[in-house]
C-alpha cells in the first residue's frame, strides 16, 4: 500500500511543473505546481529553451488589452524542445521548434481565401488562451515549425518577431536603394531595419529615444533621428512605422513621397490624418497584422540562416525566468528591444 501511494505521487510530481500565471492585471507570480498535460492526437509536449516578452505581453499585464482573459498563463514568443508526442504527429522527439501562437480555424470565409491572420475564431497565446512561459506545454502539432540544427537558440527565438515584419514587407517593394524610414527603434523596428539593410535599402531610423537610436546603428550605414529633427523636405519611397503611437502614424503620412507606401506595424487606436494630401499624392497606407503560418516562419528562418543578416543587438538580456519581475520590469520601461526569458535552469 505505501509502494502503491508513492508510486501514486511520483506519477503527480512528474506531471507537474513551474510556470508564470497572471491572475489579474499587473499581478505576475511564478507558480510551482502547474499542470503538465500529456498530449493528445495530434499534439506535442514542448520543454521551453527561450521565451522573448513582447509588447503585448506587457500590455496584458498591465491590463491593456480588452479582449484578455484572467486568469493567464503568459507568453508567445516560443521556442523549445519536442519531448513528447501524441499520435498522428510527424514531428520526432527532440526536435527543435518555434510556436506560431494564433491560432485558425481554416473554415472560416478569411482562412479559405489564405489570410490565416484574419481568422474570426482567432485565439491568442498568452492572451485569451494560455500561454508557454512555463517549463512544459502542450499544443497542437499544426502550430509549430522544426528549427534547423544550424541556426542558434538566440536568432531561433526571433523567428516569430521576425515574421511579423516578413509578412509586413510583402505588401510593399523593398530593394537595393530603396528609401526607407522606420518610426520606432522597438524589436519590430528594429527587425524591420535589419530586414531593410538586408535587403539593400537606403535607411532612416526615427525614434525619441536616442539610446535607441545609437544601437541601431550596428546594423550598417543608418540615418537616425528623432522625431522633432525630421526635415520637412524629407520623402521616402516606403514608411514603416513601428512606434504604434498617433504622431508617428501622422509623421509616416508627412514623410512618405508622392505615389509611395506606408506600412502600419504599430498598434495605436485612432489617428487624425491629411486625406487630402492622401488623396492627391496617391499614398497607399497598408495595415499589416501578425503573419500566414507556415510561409512568413519559413521566410523569417531563411533570413535567419544567412549569417550576413544582422540581428544581434536585437536581444538586450537574456534573464532567467524565475527573476520574472526583473525581466518584466526591463521590457515594460520602453528602453529595451528584445528581453528573453531562458527556461534552460536557473
Known sequence: MNTL??????NVLENKMRGLYITNPGEVSLKENMESRAPE??????????GGICGSDVSVFK???????????????LLGTVIETGADVEVAVGTRVVVQPNSYCDECERCQAGKTN????KKSLGVNVDGGFAEEFTLSAKYILPVSDSLSDERAVLIEPLAV?????????????????????GTEGQLAIALATYLGATITAIDINEEKLESVTSYGDITTLTPQAVDGDLEFDVVIEAAGVSPAVKQAVDIVKPGGDVVLIGLTAEATLPIMKIVRNEISIHGSIIYNFPFDFADSLEYLNEPTFTVDPIIAEIIPFNEYERAYEAAASGEHAKIILNFKGD
Do not use: W
Open 118 to 121: 484574419l481568422c474570426v475564431n
Open 165 to 185: 515584419v516578413v509578412h509586413a514587407f510583402k505588401q510593399v517593394t523593398i530593394g537595393k536603394d530603396t528609401s526607407v524610414a522606420v518610426i520606432g527603434c
Open 41 to 50: 492526437q495530434g499534439e506535442v509536449k514542448i520543454k521551453l529553451i527561450y
Open 5 to 10: 501511494m508513492k508510486d501514486q505521487e511520483r
Open 63 to 77: 491590463g491593456k488589452i480588452a479582449h484578455a482573459s484572467y486568469p493567464v498563463t503568459p507568453g508567445h514568443e
